[in-house]
């Protein structure tokens, strides 16, 4: 059970949660309310899909993953896993910077809402959640994990609001996926459960809104 769970932990790790969501929404068939670009991401041009999945690896996984890489190496913080509590802000600061730079460069780039606007705001969403676990990380050890599946659901949430077809098992995978992650965080005794059940309601809340509210134009 302990491997299990550490496997599940290394799977839904917190920096894939938005390409996971991407992934699904991209490659999942849908058909928007209303016939418009930007309320559906599977009719986006497969080229496209491609490009925005590179620059939310890039932005979201690989730089922060080598940054916690070489933060490790250099003992800012002592496991990669961020345990120490008081070591968690420099991380999460690290992460609100590469939220906040690949939305300013998916503004740059595309301006005046030329991208369906869940590109737009799902970075957006990681910045606040990020923002408000720095916040609450002064009290208690708010799980990342948590706030990973809860970005997951709260984004396949909020894009399911603005279709008129979407496949019912995207929602399920994304809340199982959500108990999957979080049992396995309390097996290890990685934290409690109000620092995870925070953790997942906070994000869950916070991208939901941020993806649902994002204007169109």
Same mark, same amino acid.
């Given at each position: ?86 070591? #968690? ?6 992460? &609100? !910077? ?5 939305? +300013?460069?998916?503004? *740059? ?84 459960? #109000? ?6 309601? &906070? !994000? ?5 809104? +941020?993806?649902?509210? *994002?204007?169109?134009?």
């Amino acid at each position: 059970m302990r491997i299990t769970a550490h496997i599940l932990s290394w799977v839904f790790l917190p920096l894939l949660m938005p390409i996971y969501g991407l992934i699904l929404a991209m490659y999942v068939p849908s058909d928007p309310k209303i016939t418009h670009y930007f309320e559906s991401l599977f009719y986006f041009p497969p080229e496209a899909k491609e490009a925005v999945l590179y620059m939310f690896a890039i932005f979201s996984a690989v730089a922060p993953g080598l940054s916690f890489y070489i933060l490790r190496k250099r003992n800012v913080i002592s496991t990669i896993d961020m345990e120490d509590q008081r070591e #968690r802000n420099i991380p999460m600061y690290i992460m &609100l !910077a590469y939220c906040l730079l690949l939305y +300013v460069l998916f503004r *740059y780039k595309f301006p005046d809402a030329q991208l369906p606007k869940y590109i737009y705001a799902l970075p957006l969403a990681g910045v606040f959640v990020t923002v408000s676990f720095t916040f609450i990380n002064r009290w208690i050890k708010i799980s990342l994990h948590g706030g990973g599946a809860g970005i997951l659901t709260g984004f396949l949430f909020a894009y399911t609001m603005d279709q008129l077809y979407f496949q019912f098992w995207v929602l399920i995978f994304a809340v199982v996926a959500s108990g999957l992650t979080i049992a396995a965080r309390l097996y290890l005794q990685k934290h409690t459960p #109000r620092e995870v059940y925070t953790g997942w309601s &906070l !994000a869950v809340l916070i991208t939901f809104l +941020v993806n649902y509210l *994002y204007p169109v134009v």
